[in-house]
DNA sequence: TTTACAAATCGTAATGATTACGATAATATT
DNA sequence: AATATTATCGTAATCATTACGATTTGTAAA
């Protein structure tokens, strides 16, 4: 998702579009991959010095509720990362830099058929490795 | 896995096998599906009561160190099971009652194919919903 | 079956991520 | 510019998990 595309969203959903919020969305757009709270709040600390964690996590769930954000779990922290295509995808994520790749590959339909009379709601499938960037270093 | 073989295994591993270590994998071999660290206090704390948080979550850490447990992270909290069957395998599991139910679909061969140079270490698949036992209550 | 020693457990405090709150500041609309 | 609403601050509370010195207990050898 754009940058721009994200900011336009929040002011659409009647939310304002604060400097601060502003700069959280550039730090994940940049990132391209997941990241922590804390790593957010490292990034904002030196332009806004004491941020409050409020501040950080209030935001961080509502770009989530308005669908600004793709989450999932890591070593019991939240990671977050801005919401790519709008298609349906998994990702590899990268141990060393947490960027991320697309794969296109989904067997619920599969899965579907295996668990018949099961309610299925929702499901997660993620790779976890090395990527060839972080290979060579 | 088994409840004895479990327990034998801690043996042969030069552990003791303690009173509350088999009463722990006793919870797990009847769970059958995942559980937290607080589920396992909890079930315990009639009989042992005042157990300590030390003891349980050290014995949940061995306990997955020498593979008798399997983990998951659900909503910020691990999630522990009595490891199952020896093959590759996947999880459907049931938001309400934690319950598993196997899963033998791996697109682990085709992802590999699509991530050429990526070094793949691991991956996570699981199917979360309503087990057909819960949709009837 | 006692002894001895390593391992396990207790009771509790510390940690780390996240959430919460009353007071203050900033944004958007009129 | 005034006003009402929303956002942020500074900090404390919460929750799961980890850590630690003191004490107890299993195990295997005497």
Redesign the pocket.
């Known amino acids: 998702m754009e940058l721009n595309e994200a900011i336009k969203e929040?002011?659409r959903q009647?939310?304002?579009?604060?400097?601060?919020?502003k700069a959280?969305l550039r730090f994940f757009a940049e990132a391209d991959g997941y990241r922590?709270?804390?790593d957010l709040i490292n990034h904002l600390e030196p332009a806004?010095?004491?941020?409050?964690?409020?501040?950080?996590?209030?935001?961080?769930?509502?770009f989530d509720n308005i669908g600004l954000m793709e989450t999932t779990?890591l070593n019991?922290?939240?990671?977050f990362r801005i919401s790519c295509s709008h298609h349906h995808h998994h990702h590899f994520i990268c141990k060393d830099c947490g960027k991320t790749k697309e794969i296109e590959v989904c067997p619920m339909d599969e899965v579907h058929r295996a668990l018949d009379n099961y309610a299925i709601e929702d499901h997660k499938f993620e790779i976890y490795g090395i990527c060839p960037v972080c290979q060579e270093a």
């Open positions: 929040i002011k009647g939310y304002k579009t604060t400097a601060k919020r959280m922590t709270a804390k806004y010095k004491g941020i409050s964690f409020d501040t950080v996590y209030r935001n961080l769930h509502l779990e019991g922290e939240k990671h």
